[in-house]
């Protein structure tokens, strides 16, 4: 089964930068968005960003829009998720994740359903 392994992860200062990687095991990573999510204790896992398989479309959850950019690069079985301005209330641990999309929806799932998760990463965003 295709593992999905994050790093990146670490402390930062409040209106500092980070960025995480994703990389997939095998190729089949072509055939998946990939989302990123994050979970602080106590709180559902949230979907933050999705990129889907060719890089066509994007999504960002209202908190991080403008700051937060999610990308990838199918040459290397990768994504990536560069944070900007970090706020205290980002500090969590970060999953990457290959999901599926639902395209008969409108506007589409692009992360609609979660096939593998990465092991997470934490990030601690000091004020």
């Known amino acids: 089964q295709m593992r999905m392994t994050e790093s990146g992860g670490g402390t930062v200062q409040a209106g500092g930068s980070l960025r995480l990687s994703c990389t997939a095991s095998?190729?089949?990573?072509?055939?998946?968005?990939v989302g990123w999510f994050r979970q602080t204790p106590g709180k559902n896992r949230e979907l933050v960003a999705c990129?889907?398989?060719?890089?066509?479309?994007?999504f960002y959850a209202d908190s991080v829009k403008g700051r937060f950019t999610t990308s990838r690069d199918n040459a290397q079985r990768a994504s990536y998720l560069q944070m900007t301005g970090l706020k205290s209330e980002d500090t969590a641990i970060y999953y990457c994740?290959?999901?599926?999309?639902?395209?008969?929806?409108?506007?589409?799932?692009?992360?609609?359903?979660?096939?593998?998760w990465g092991q997470g990463t934490r990030i601690t965003v000091s004020s």
């Open positions: 990129v889907n398989f060719d890089s066509s479309a994007t």
């Open positions: 994740a290959a999901a599926t999309s639902d395209y008969g929806e409108n506007p589409p799932r692009l992360c609609s359903g979660v096939e593998v």
């Open positions: 095998e190729w089949s990573f072509l055939d998946y968005s």
